[in-house]
């Protein structure tokens, strides 16, 4: 009686066991040289203003980027440099829409061409050492990227570290947390604010037989220094949710979702005309998507400075279906399609 007793007690600790927490894990940044990481990015916005005479006045747009990551060794560790391969843009205000698409000519121009055309021919470079950590950024002082709609040189930088700044510098297991100091630049808005993350491991779970970190993210607005030097608006971080997927294996994210709320307005203490705009609320949603990762060939990297992928090459990405992979294929296609078209 006593051993069936002691071998239950062994299967039920077992079983115990195997749904508790596991130990602590790694999440670090990887780049593997030779290798092409393909990311979109989309950030919808949204913002409301009172003007006198004409009610509140909405505005609605969406930034979607497919980024090119190309890796290559370094005495640092890897150089990953940065290129867009496609740039998209929609923009409403009262009615008036506002579009550019890098791909289709027909979308090229309008009031949003001049400072959107720019971003398609950047290119930087980041330089990681080996324990992820960005270290260095090359070529962001010739960038001409579309400043006045957020995406110049301090955006473009802040892009670049926001995958390994959300990362713990230690092993981490579920239910561990761990904070960060992250700034905000802010565009046309003018300025930068600062907001400190708190993200915690929630668990570990299984995706098509790999091992995804889910981590949550949640942060506020730091206290500005009172010493700050004079400001056209201040702008207040009103609340910062976010998730982020990471494949512990390949080392990369392969979604990260933030949700930033924050209010614009005058600095107290300034007057204001009668009837002139209070704080005007914002809204923006971002979502980062690993979509892909290739091989590079080597011979177009170094007879054109930019790599393209084999045919065929392409690797499967955790979490991305046949639609998706067959949606990347067509939108390739109609983009060579229209640069075969353009004059």
Known sequence: MKTVTDTALVVLGVLILSVLPGGAVELKLKWQPGKRYVFENTSDS??????????MIETKGRLAL???NDVSAHEKGVKVGHSYASVKMRQEMQGLVMEYDSADPSKGGGLLGPVLQPLTETRFAA?????????ETEGLDEVQGAGQLGMGKAELEAMARQSAQFLPDKEVKPGDSWKVEVDLP???????????????????TKQEGREVARISILGKMKEADANKGEEV????????TGTMLFDIELGQPLEIATTIALETGLPAGIPQAEGAPGKMPLKSISMQKLIGVEDLKESASESKGESKPKPGTESAVPGESKEQKRARRRERKAKRKAEKAQP
């Open 186 to 204: 802010m565009g046309a808005i003018g300025g930068k604010v600062t907001i400190n993350y708190t993200l915690k491991l929630e668990e570990i």
């Open 127 to 135: 330089i990681y050492d080996k324990k992820g950590q960005l270290v």
């Open 233 to 240: 608006l201040k702008t207040e971080i009103t609340g910062a």
């Open 66 to 68: 497919r980024v090119h």
């Open 46 to 55: 949204s913002a409301k203003m009172p003007l006198p005479g004409q009610g």
